[in-house]
């Protein structure tokens, strides 16, 4: 179950958000000698999702050079075009995004794992599980950064979206690391993985914890695996009714998609009254 909250779907930093272009003007800046021109078509291609094949060809080709703005580290055009390859969802893109993985800026191997996770092919499996290589021991943060050394949450969410079940033995020891994120991470993953309800009751207990990030987090987590036991948790968190709402709206179409009939269960109606709660 894909979760339609999505920050990236913000306009860059610097962008006005009512500014427009055509699908014609999108493609052709992608081709741009113009670095922020590009940057800006990327992100606006998969923000409303121009599935254009020209438009496809030119995001996959961002990623496969190397232009002098990545030799200068600037890696914003690359994330980008990753996180706009996986909301178009064509396969195409699973080599180019493949090899982000080994890429050495953190947030494009996050956005890769993100795009991958997308396009919901089980030939990401196995380069997604080697980026936790090494284990919780290896898991630590980079010396003047505020990340870890890999993006283990993104990786193991899609390694839990893709029913990567052979992943377990590496998932579960996620469970105890020090950041909150990757246990929230491992607790999603290993529900969708097991079906083991101590995996959701763990995301539940999450929602009161104290910092209000965190809990929105939990949130989505809980929406993301459609964990039904968590609805009136979910009303009550101490967070933005959107939030919730969005949580409860995975709930919900979780619960309907597993439904053998139309008819709505006490559980729906159980789960659209605590939506409209919230209203």
Known sequence: MTMNYDESDSPPAGVAEGESLTIEQAIANLHSQDYSLRYYAAWWVGRFRVKEPAAIAALIAA???ESEQTKIGDYSLLRNAARALGKLGDKQALPALTRCLECADYYVREAAAQALEMLGDRDSIPPL????????????????????????????????????TEAIPLISPFLEHSVERV??????????????????????TALNG???????SALMDLGAIGYLPAAPAIAETLAENSMKLIALKGVLEHHLNQQPSLSLSDEAIQVMNLMDSLL
């Open 63 to 65: 990623l496969q050079e």
């Open 210 to 216: 104290d910092n209000l990030q965190l809990r929105r």
């Open 183 to 204: 246990q929230y991470a491992s607790a999603r993953a290993m529900y969708q993985l097991t079906g083991d309800r101590i995996y959701g009751d763990r995301l539940v």
């Open 129 to 164: 599980m080697k980026l936790l290589d090494g284990g919780v021991a290896v898991a630590l943060r980079v010396p003047g950064k505020s990340h870890l050394v890999q993006p283990y949450d993104s990786v193991i969410e899609a390694l839990g979206t893709l029913e990567a």
